[in-house]
C-alpha cells in the first residue's frame, strides 16, 4: 500500500492508469504498425523463432498460473481443480502443441512482442494483486478441504449446471450466425466479427461491470430474504445501465462509419469494408441497452435461485434467432444476422424482466420509467449535436487526414458525452448524481 493512499484511491487509480495506456497504445498504433504477421519487418530488435517465440509468450499463461494455483489452500477442492483443469486443457495445446502445427517455415518475430505477451500477463496478475489487500485485512483466508458432500459445493454445482446449458446455447447461437454469415457475401463473417467486438466495449465496460458490482449486494439480500433491498439495487443498477448504454447505443448507430474508418481501414481493409462493417455495427447498436441489461437480469435469477429462467430465454433466442435470419438473410445478407441479435437480445430482456417482476412479487416499474423518460431526453438532446456536428466536420472525420478524423472524433464525442451528462444531472437521475459525488471523493 502505498503511503497516504487508501486501498480504494490505488484501486481507482490503477484502473485510470490503466485506461490512459490503452489511450495511448491506440493513438501509437495509429501510426506505428506493430511488427506481428504479415507486418513482420526489421528494426524491431533481436528477432527469435517464432514457435520459440509462441511458447514464450503462451508458457506463463500455463505455468504461470498453474504454480499460482497450487500455492491456494483451496487447489485440491474439486470445483477449483475441475476449473484449473479445463484452463490447462487449453493453455498447455495452446502453448506446447498448436506452435508445432503451424506452417509458418523459418519466420522469426522480434523479442519486443515477446515481451509485450509478457507485460500484458504481468498486468493481468497485478489486477488480481492489488484486491489481495482488502480481502486479507476482512480476514479472508484460504482454508484446505476435501470434502465431496459439503452444501456450498452441491449448491455451486447445481446452480453451475443451467448456467453451463444456458452459455451452451450462447455458443449454439454464435456457430450459427457464423454458418448463415458464411453463406453471404465474401468478408461478412469478417464484417460482423469487426463489429461486435467493437459493441462488447460498452457492454463490458457497463454492462458485465454493473453486474458484477451488483451481485454481492443481490446476494446477501437474497440470504436475508430482503426482498426489498433486492428489488432498489435491481431498479438502480438497471436504471445505470440504460443511463450508460442508451446513449451509448445512439453515438454506434450515428458515427459507426466514421469510427471504423479510424479504426480499421488502413491496408487490406478498405472502404467498402468500412461500410458494410458500420452497417453491422448500426444494427448490433440497436440492441446493446438489452445486451448489457440482461448482464444484470441475470445475476438477480442466480441470487434467487431461480437459475431455470435465464436458460430458457437463451434457447428461446436461439430459436428466434434461426427464424429471424432465414426469413430475411437472402434480402439483407449480413446485415440480417446483426439485426437478428438486436431483436432477439430485446426479446430476452423483456422475457426476462417480465419472469423477474412476477418472481419479485413485482418492482418499481414507475422510478424505472420516469428515469427512462430522463434518459430518452438527454439522448434526444445528444443525437441533435450529433447530427449537427457529423454535417459541419463530416469532411473531417472522413477525410485522408487521421490527424484531423481523430482531432474532431474525439471532440465531437466528449461534447456529445458532456452535454449528455449535464442534461441528466439537470433532470436530476439519481444514479448519475451518486456516480459524480463518487468520482469527486476519489479525486478529491
Same mark, same amino acid.
Given at each position: 500500500?502505498?503511503?497516504?493512499?487508501?486501498?480504494?484511491?490505488?484501486?481507482?487509480?490503477?484502473?485510470?492508469?490503466?485506461?490512459?495506456?490503452?489511450?495511448?497504445?491506440?493513438?501509437?498504433?495509429?501510426?506505428?504498425?506493430?511488427?506481428?504477421? &504479415?507486418?513482420?519487418?526489421?528494426?524491431?530488435?533481436?528477432?527469435?523463432?517464432?514457435?520459440?517465440?509462441?511458447?514464450?509468450?503462451?508458457?506463463?499463461?500455463?505455468?504461470?498460473?498453474?504454480?499460482?494455483?497450487?500455492?491456494?489452500?483451496?487447489?485440491?477442492?474439486?470445483?477449483?481443480?475441475?476449473?484449473?483443469?479445463?484452463?490447462?486443457?487449453?493453455?498447455?495445446?495452446?502453448?506446447?502443441?498448436?506452435?508445432?502445427?503451424?506452417?509458418?517455415?523459418?519466420?522469426?518475430?522480434?523479442?519486443?512482442?515477446?515481451?509485450?505477451?509478457?507485460?500484458?500477463?504481468?498486468?493481468?496478475?497485478?489486477?488480481?494483486?492489488?484486491?489481495?489487500?482488502?480481502?486479507?485485512?476482512?480476514?479472508?483466508?484460504?482454508?484446505?478441504?476435501?470434502?465431496?458432500?459439503?452444501?456450498?459445493?452441491?449448491?455451486?454445482?447445481?446452480?453451475?449446471?443451467?448456467?453451463?446449458?444456458?452459455?451452451?446455447?450462447?455458443?449454439?447461437?454464435?456457430?450459427?450466425?457464423?454458418?448463415?454469415?458464411?453463406?453471404?457475401?465474401?468478408?461478412?463473417?469478417?464484417?460482423?466479427?469487426?463489429?461486435?467486438?467493437?459493441?462488447?466495449?460498452?457492454?463490458?465496460?457497463?454492462?458485465?461491470?454493473?453486474?458484477?458490482?451488483?451481485?454481492?449486494?443481490?446476494?446477501?439480500?437474497?440470504?436475508?430474504?430482503?426482498?426489498?433491498?433486492?428489488?432498489?439495487?435491481?431498479?438502480?443498477?438497471?436504471?445505470?445501465?440504460?443511463?450508460?448504454?442508451?446513449?451509448?447505443?445512439?453515438?454506434?448507430?450515428?458515427?459507426?462509419?466514421?469510427?471504423?474508418?479510424?479504426?480499421?481501414? &488502413?491496408?487490406?481493409?478498405?472502404?467498402?469494408?468500412?461500410?458494410?462493417?458500420?452497417?453491422?455495427?448500426?444494427?448490433?447498436?440497436?440492441?446493446?441497452?438489452?445486451?448489457?441489461?440482461?448482464?444484470?437480469?441475470?445475476?438477480?435469477?442466480?441470487?434467487?435461485?431461480?437459475?431455470?429462467?435465464?436458460?430458457?430465454?437463451?434457447?428461446?433466442?436461439?430459436?428466434?434467432?434461426?427464424?429471424?435470419?432465414?426469413?430475411?438473410?437472402?434480402?439483407?445478407?449480413?446485415?440480417?444476422?446483426?439485426?437478428?441479435?438486436?431483436?432477439?437480445?430485446?426479446?430476452?430482456?423483456?422475457?426476462?424482466?417480465?419472469?423477474?417482476?412476477?418472481?419479485?412479487?413485482?418492482?418499481?416499474?414507475?422510478?424505472?420509467? &420516469?428515469?427512462?423518460?430522463?434518459?430518452?431526453?438527454?439522448?434526444?438532446?445528444?443525437?441533435?449535436?450529433?447530427?449537427?456536428?457529423?454535417?459541419?466536420?463530416?469532411?473531417?472525420?472522413?477525410?485522408?487526414?487521421?490527424?484531423?478524423?481523430?482531432?474532431?472524433?474525439?471532440?465531437?464525442?466528449?461534447?456529445?458525452?458532456?452535454?449528455?451528462?449535464?442534461?441528466?444531472?439537470?433532470?436530476?437521475?439519481?444514479?448519475?448524481?451518486?456516480?459524480?459525488?463518487?468520482?469527486?471523493?476519489?479525486?478529491?
Amino acid at each position: 500500500m502505498l503511503r497516504g493512499m487508501s486501498e480504494a484511491s490505488l484501486h481507482f487509480g490503477a484502473v485510470v492508469a490503466m485506461f490512459v495506456l490503452a489511450g495511448i497504445t491506440f493513438a501509437t498504433l495509429q501510426f506505428v504498425t506493430a511488427p506481428y504477421g &504479415r507486418h513482420l519487418r526489421e528494426g524491431w530488435g533481436p528477432q527469435i523463432p517464432s514457435r520459440l517465440g509462441w511458447i514464450v509468450m503462451e508458457s506463463p499463461s500455463a505455468l504461470g498460473f498453474l504454480w499460482l494455483y497450487f500455492r491456494g489452500a483451496q487447489a485440491w477442492e474439486m470445483v477449483p481443480l475441475a476449473l484449473m483443469a479445463l484452463w490447462q486443457l487449453h493453455y498447455l495445446h495452446r502453448t506446447f502443441i498448436f506452435p508445432f502445427r503451424m506452417r509458418i517455415g523459418g519466420k522469426k518475430m522480434p523479442l519486443s512482442i515477446v515481451g509485450m505477451a509478457i507485460g500484458t500477463l504481468i498486468g493481468g496478475l497485478l489486477q488480481l494483486a492489488v484486491q489481495l489487500p482488502a480481502l486479507f485485512s476482512c480476514g479472508f483466508t484460504f482454508l484446505p478441504r476435501f470434502n465431496f458432500y459439503d452444501p456450498g459445493l452441491i449448491r455451486i454445482l447445481k446452480l453451475m449446471i443451467p448456467a453451463v446449458i444456458g452459455l451452451s446455447a450462447t455458443q449454439i447461437n454464435i456457430f450459427i450466425n457464423t454458418k448463415f454469415a458464411a453463406s453471404c457475401a465474401e468478408g461478412s463473417v469478417s464484417w460482423l466479427q469487426y463489429a461486435f467486438r467493437l459493441v462488447q466495449l460498452p457492454i463490458g465496460i457497463f454492462g458485465v461491470a454493473i453486474g458484477v458490482a451488483a451481485m454481492p449486494l443481490l446476494a446477501r439480500y437474497s440470504a436475508s430474504k430482503n426482498i426489498d433491498g433486492m428489488k432498489e439495487t435491481f431498479v438502480s443498477s438497471l436504471t445505470m445501465v440504460f443511463c450508460l448504454t442508451i446513449p451509448a447505443s445512439a453515438g454506434l448507430y450515428l458515427l459507426a462509419e466514421p469510427i471504423i474508418k479510424l479504426i480499421f481501414e &488502413r491496408g487490406a481493409f478498405t472502404a467498402a469494408d468500412t461500410v458494410a462493417t458500420a452497417q453491422a455495427v448500426s444494427l448490433y447498436a440497436v440492441g446493446l441497452f438489452a445486451y448489457s441489461a440482461n448482464k444484470v437480469l441475470v445475476p438477480v435469477f442466480y441470487a434467487l435461485g431461480k437459475t431455470r429462467f435465464p436458460v430458457i430465454g437463451s434457447f428461446i433466442t436461439v430459436c428466434i434467432n434461426i427464424i429471424i435470419i432465414t426469413l430475411t438473410i437472402d434480402f439483407f445478407q449480413h446485415r440480417a444476422i446483426a439485426f437478428s441479435v438486436s431483436v432477439t437480445m430485446i426479446i430476452n430482456f423483456f422475457f426476462l424482466t417480465t419472469v423477474l417482476y412476477r418472481e419479485l412479487n413485482g418492482f418499481s416499474v414507475l422510478s424505472l420509467w &420516469r428515469a427512462f423518460m430522463k434518459i430518452l431526453v438527454a439522448t434526444a438532446l445528444m443525437i441533435a449535436f450529433l447530427f449537427a456536428a457529423r454535417s459541419l466536420t463530416g469532411g473531417y472525420m472522413e477525410g485522408p487526414s487521421l490527424i484531423a478524423g481523430i482531432t474532431s472524433l474525439f471532440g465531437i464525442i466528449t461534447v456529445a458525452a458532456v452535454l449528455y451528462g449535464a442534461t441528466l444531472y439537470f433532470l436530476k437521475v439519481d444514479e448519475l448524481t451518486y456516480i459524480i459525488k463518487k468520482i469527486r471523493s476519489k479525486m478529491f
